[in-house]
């Protein structure tokens, strides 16, 4: 009797998590809260939920985050050197005055960036150079929005910092060769979709409007370049790709990887003609990067809590969804892919909102290998929440900054999402997810 009073309470409260993750409640506070709710309703003996679920499950996770405090900072190093605003200067220059080809450039080149840049702060002032140009070479601002977020998201497969929250979650994956030989092919298909999503809408606008757009020319304040007014070394559009040549081609762990581009990064853009601003630029960017990432280790402190308490109740949880949720990598996949708006609104398909709690579920059913689940849930974040949903952070800021109202930006990107997280999330099964 207790089991089946204990499996309708959790079910209960797995559905106000979903809830209240979609309503936009704190995910940090959800997370912790729902933990104490499932150790009370688990009865859970309380040196096991202070020690495991609240301390080890927290603990644990250093590595992580420091991979992501890393990635974050040499976001920074990127925007504050002004090496971003180079490359996307040189862009403009190459393209010329032709609109549609320079957006098409721009945003390449933002999902090239955006492999090893990571932070919304990085995202925000990247954006601020990258918008007015689109913006004054008369590509509407649903279009210009739309592109450059679809940009960032092409960026997120291959981005070690962003792949590394994963890790918090499916503990036995890694940023092996297998992993970045689907994140090369994944977004080389995203961006395909992208500009396919660049060139449909704006052929459809030039349809009713013939007036000729004059090409922006992109200027380097000051600020953007870090305080150096000469011109930038060519070999700066080498620093964004540093970190995952690194890893990729010679083995090198993050945290090295990232300092390496650091280093590059400052030693390039003439940040280390003296002690004083090196130092000065180093501190600033390392506590911008933290600054823009805290929210986010915060959040992620919350998962692993959740994760722990839900791990303690795996039991409980099996008895109640086992009969519910298919057992077959096929059909769960195909489930996503038809159902993949559910991940807007950190809906139950958003592992970074109440998704965690079906992650859980499916992790203590014993059906699925790790491999499947992350391939399963690494999709729709990138592919439909950083693409389409307006709860993520820079989409926040992309829609007040471009005044694009919410529903016009769904309605504008989520079918192209749509299309990339079926896609993709294919690819995912067979390259990664079925071993």
Known sequence: MYEVIAGILLFVTFLGLIYYCMKGGNLLVGFIGIAILWCIIGMIPMHTVVTDVFQTSVASYGGTIAIIVFGAWFGRILVDTGIAGYIIKKTVELAGDKPLITTLLLCTVCALIFTSAFGVGSVMAIGMIVLPIMFSLGIDK????????????????????????????????????????????????????????????????????????????????????????????????????????????????????????????????????????????????????????????????????????????????????GGIIPTSPVVLVAVFCVLAPLALFRGPLMIWGSGIAVVSILQSMGFFSENFLFALFLIPPVAIVASACPTQSWSMWGLSYAKVEPKQYIKTNLPWAWTIMIIVEILAYTMIGSK
């Open 142 to 321: 649903k279009t210009a929005l739309g592109s450059y977020l679809l940009s960032v998201s092409a960026g997120m497969y291959l981005n070690i910092a962003y792949v590394s929250q994963f890790f918090a979650v499916f503990k036995s994956i890694k940023y092996t060769d297998e992993y970045i030989r689907f994140a090369i092919v994944a977004t080389i298909v995203h961006t395909i979709v992208m500009l396919a999503f660049i060139t449909f809408n704006y052929m459809r606008n030039q349809k009713g409007n013939k007036s000729r757009a004059r090409a922006w020319t992109a200027s380097m304040t000051s600020s953007s370049q870090g305080g150096q007014s000469g011109r930038l070394n060519f070999l700066c559009i080498l620093v964004p790709f540093v970190p995952i040549i690194m890893v990729a081609l010679f083995k090198w762990q993050p945290v090295p990887s990232f300092l390496m581009g650091i280093f590059l990064g400052l030693l390039l853009t003439k940040n280390m003609t003296s002690y004083q601003i090196a130092v000065e630029k180093v501190q600033k960017t390392l506590y911008d990067g933290i600054a823009d990432s805290g929210l986010l280790i915060g959040m992620l402190y919350g998962v692993n809590i959740f994760q722990a308490a839900a791990k303690e109740v795996s039991p409980i949880l099996q008895d109640v969804m």
